[in-house]
């Protein structure tokens, strides 16, 4: 069992947890996840490494509360304890002095786009963040992001806060010039932000999150096509070069089970289904 | 010996084990084959010939002493029995149930001769849930020899290695890389073969016997074999298996629908998908499935997507002679509704508008001369090709082994081809005190076969750790 030491909620429905795991704390690296099980009965759920003490012997991750599990997650509080978690899984990233360093989050994958900022920021590089959302309600951690960038980007599609979309990205990259991009966040927008360094020749890394069931190599349920190669997110990412990856593809098989996890969260809503998994 | 000589004349007709109905197995997920009764017990074991060289021990990879636990049987000493069995294999109550011994210990039964052999497998099935139904025993342990074993991986042959070298007086821990132990027995081999409360009780056994399991942990990621060695551990077992999927690398591979064999089967075995959604983990299954290959593993697929509902048609590139499976599996899958279609194969997956596969065009083929397996290689006829409706596909063509472990582990030998771990005749890798074996070694191959090599390595481990200073 791995114990909640700390919740901290980052948005409307978006959670932060840190949780006793000393063995996968001493070995984590920035661009690795973990798996986590919340019980018994639970799904495989893969969570990208937002932060890591080998001192404290903790592991975070973060999470919206979108589906069954993770609103099941987000229930829990200190104290508690989840059945299972794995790791670390996956490639680390290859952090090192590229000179400047623009590192785009999304949504939910802000948090952990704060540890490349971290680790980049720690090589020497100097690193300009952009974060954005559907909404305002989606940002996050702008302090933290704050903190550690030289400069801070805000935007959102419906333009409550900050830019309105990205078409400014491409404006700034005409005026401004960056040796590497990384961009940790929902599939389309990994996909228009690769699409707009690609004419600049900016090495763009996307972290993919597809479906995954073991997250080490067994299922081949997150296979990608990236330069026209089936890979592996699990074993052969979860990070790949932006330029290369069929996102279309990948938004596809992200969709396989949606009926079934609309399902799943719809009766997780009605109070849990007849097998004594409620909600309260 | 106060043994009377048994009867010359020998009932030539083994005793049935009752199975269920196809009409209703099909329909759920409950074990298929339902034990011999104790009076049905007694009958087979009155087969027995109890020769005094018996022929059946050669045949099976661990030696368990088939003639000594039949006596006891015959006896009524079903304690006794188990505990004879035991002597060599900890796993009786799986073996009994998956292993080939139509190939084995059985195909050497004298009995068989004359008529059909004695069903040396069931009876051994029969004794392992008599121990279930009334408690465990516990074998007596060597004194502590103070000294640290990590077995890697807690499938059929991680799990014989740590059972043996713990009652040596090793101090075992057993690194699973699964939120659950058994390897294939759990993700693999469907309940309605294996129960996997049962697999869950031999991993029960093994823990009471001292075996420290640690569940969800990754050997090349959460730790390395190198950094275990710093830390005291004296020699190792790697039993990983051979977990990594095989593609085709045809046309349409990724569209929705199309699974690998372990995908498949992990969902439904370790995530209990039919039971969606008490469980979480979901399986999307349509009306028409085909399942490609030809081996236990495709049959375990094929026979899963029947009780979800589906119609299955195999697709098997070689004809019926050369089907890898087991013969007693393609038996079962037939009298459930399995249609097979031979001598064929895919060429490429078509979808719908939704990115779902929606049919598959395949190709005719006849069988040339024998290949490198020695098995009649299948060649493709010209102008063959035809289309096949379907909505769902389980590749299943075979596993090959994780890299993990051979990536961060340096100077452990492996074969280039097929990423194996190369091991001597007793698992002995390149590396000192570094034992491998099961599929991991010998790529994709049976229980039984990969217990076998458990205990060899057991064995050799004894004997370098002894010599050890």
């Not at chain 1, 104290?79 to 996956?90: A, F, R, S, V, Y």
């Not at chain 1, 935007?155 to 990205?169: C, E, H, V």
């Not at chain 2, 004794?127 to 059929?156: S, Y």
């Amino acid at each position: 069992m791995y114990k909640i030491v700390t919740t901290r909620e980052i948005a409307p429905k978006e959670r932060l947890f840190e949780v006793e795991a000393p063995d996968i704390a001493a070995k984590a690296q920035p661009g690795q996840f973990v798996m986590l099980i919340i019980g018994s009965k639970g799904e495989r759920v893969p969570l990208t490494i937002c932060d890591y003490d080998a001192k404290k012997g903790t592991v975070s991750f973060a999470f919206h509360e979108v589906g069954k599990t993770t609103k099941e997650l987000g229930l829990l509080k200190e104290g508690d304890c989840i059945e299972n978690l794995t790791g670390p899984l996956g490639n680390p990233s290859e952090i090192k002095n590229y000179g400047k360093v623009l590192c785009v989050g999304g949504s939910i994958m802000i948090a952990p786009l704060l540890l490349q900022v971290k680790a980049m920021k720690e090589a020497g590089n100097k690193v300009t963040t952009l974060l954005g959302a559907r909404i305002k309600d989606g940002l996050s951690m702008e302090n933290e992001a704050e903190a550690m960038s030289k400069k801070v980007y805000i935007a959102t599609d419906d333009g409550s806060k900050g830019y309105k979309g990205l078409d400014f990205l491409k404006k700034l990259l005409e005026t401004e010039k960056f040796d590497r991009c990384v961009v940790m966040g929902p599939v389309v927008m990994m996909k228009a932000v690769s699409e707009i360094t690609k004419p600049f020749g900016i090495p763009t890394i996307v972290t993919l999150t597809p479906i995954m069931i073991d997250g080490m190599g067994m299922c081949g349920v997150c296979r990608v096509t990236v330069g026209g190669k089936m890979l592996f997110a699990c074993v052969d990412g979860p990070e790949f070069d932006g330029h290369q990856v069929d996102f279309d593809e990948l938004i596809s098989r992200q969709r396989l089970f949606l009926p079934e996890e609309r399902l799943s969260s719809e009766l997780w809503e009605l109070g849990g289904c007849k097998c004594g998994r409620n909600k309260a | 010996m106060a043994e009377t000589k048994p009867k010359p004349k020998i009932k030539k007709e083994a005793i049935e084990m009752p199975k269920q109905e196809p009409k209703e197995r099909v329909k759920n997920f409950s074990e298929v084959a339902l034990g011999y009764s104790e009076e049905q017990a007694l009958e087979e074991a009155s087969r027995c010939l109890q020769c005094v060289k018996p022929q059946c021990v050669n045949g099976c990879p661990v030696e368990v002493p088939i003639p000594e636990f039949i006596k006891c049987i015959r006896e009524k000493k079903y304690a006794e029995g188990i505990t004879t069995i035991k002597t060599k294999n900890a796993l009786p109550a799986v073996c009994g149930r998956v292993c080939p011994q139509e190939e084995q210990c059985q195909v050497k039964c004298v009995v068989g001769k004359i008529g059909q052999p004695v069903s040396i497998g069931r009876l051994e099935r029969y004794l392992a849930d008599w121990e279930r139904d009334n408690g465990f025993q516990m074998p007596e342990k060597a004194k502590p020899t103070g000294k640290k074993v990590a077995v890697v991986g807690a499938g059929p042959a991680g799990l014989t290695v740590a059972a043996d070298l713990v009652k040596l007086g090793y101090d075992v821990t057993q690194f699973e890389a699964l939120h659950l132990a058994g390897g294939v027995l759990v993700y693999g081999i469907p309940e309605f073969r294996l129960p996997k409360r049962i697999v869950q009780n031999e991993v029960d056994y093994i823990q009471k016997l001292g075996v420290d399991l640690r569940l969800g942990n990754l050997i090349g990621r959460t730790h390395t074999i190198p950094e275990l060695m710093k830390n005291g551990y004296d020699a190792f077992f790697i039993g990983s298996g051979a977990g990594l999927p095989q593609f085709m690398d045809l046309p349409g591979e990724n569209l929705g629908g199309i699974y690998s064999a372990n995908e498949f089967l992990i969902r439904v075995n370790l995530m209990k998908a039919y039971n969606f959604p008490e469980y979480d983990t979901p399986i999307r299954i349509g009306k028409h499935v085909v399942v490609i290959g030809g081996g236990n593993v495709a049959m375990d697929c094929a026979r899963s997507s029947m009780r979800l509902g589906a119609s299955v048609c195999l697709l098997y590139r070689r004809s019926r002679d050369e089907l890898p499976a087991r013969k007693e599996e393609i038996e079962n899958a037939e009298e459930e509704g399995l249609v097979c279609k031979f001598l064929a194969a895919p060429l490429r997956f078509i979808g719908d508008e939704r990115g779902w596969v929606k049919a598959m065009d395949c190709e005719c083929m006849e069988l040339g001369p024998p290949d490198a397996s020695g098995r009649r290689r299948p060649v493709p006829i010209k102008g063959s090709e035809f289309t096949m409706e379907t909505d769902t596909v389980i590749i299943a063509i075979g596993q090959t082994p994780n890299p993990i472990i051979q990536r961060t582990t340096e100077g452990l030998v492996v074969n280039p081809k097929h990423g194996t771990i190369i091991v001597d005749e007793n698992g002995k890798t390149s590396l000192d005190g570094v034992y491998a074996g099961g599929d991991v070694a010998t790529g994709a191959a049976t229980v039984i076969s990969a217990m076998g090599m458990g205990k060899k390595a057991a064995k050799a481990i004894h004997a370098y750790l002894s010599n050890k200073k």
